[in-house]
């Protein structure tokens, strides 16, 4: 299980670097909040938390499960995120 975990964070921080370097084609729009949270090397309540004060632009979707259970995921998009990244870029310089 670790190793399924760390190549996704690998594949996760490469995504987020080639779109720094403009050259990621737009096929992940949407980031799940455990994956916004790697990126930033944060957890996953410091996420939410941007997303309640407004740092990140993230969609709620609704579904329904097969107990016809409601569940609630929230999407963080891909723009706000590289936004994020380059403002701390710049403040690191």
């Known amino acids: 299980m670790k190793d399924k975990n760390k190549q996704i964070i690998n594949k996760i921080r490469r995504v987020v670097r080639e779109e720094l370097a403009g050259k990621v084609p737009d096929y992940k729009q949407w980031f799940r909040i455990e994956e916004t949270a790697t990126i930033f090397g944060v ?20 579904t329904g499960a097969l107990d016809k259970a409601k569940r609630i995921h929230v999407r963080v998009t891909r723009e706000s995120i590289v936004k994020l990244l380059n403002d701390k870029n710049r403040q690191a310089m």
Not at 43 to 62: E, H, K, P, Y
């Open 43 to 62: 957890s996953d309540a410091t996420i939410r938390n941007w997303i309640d004060s407004g740092v990140f632009d993230a969609r709620t979707i609704n």
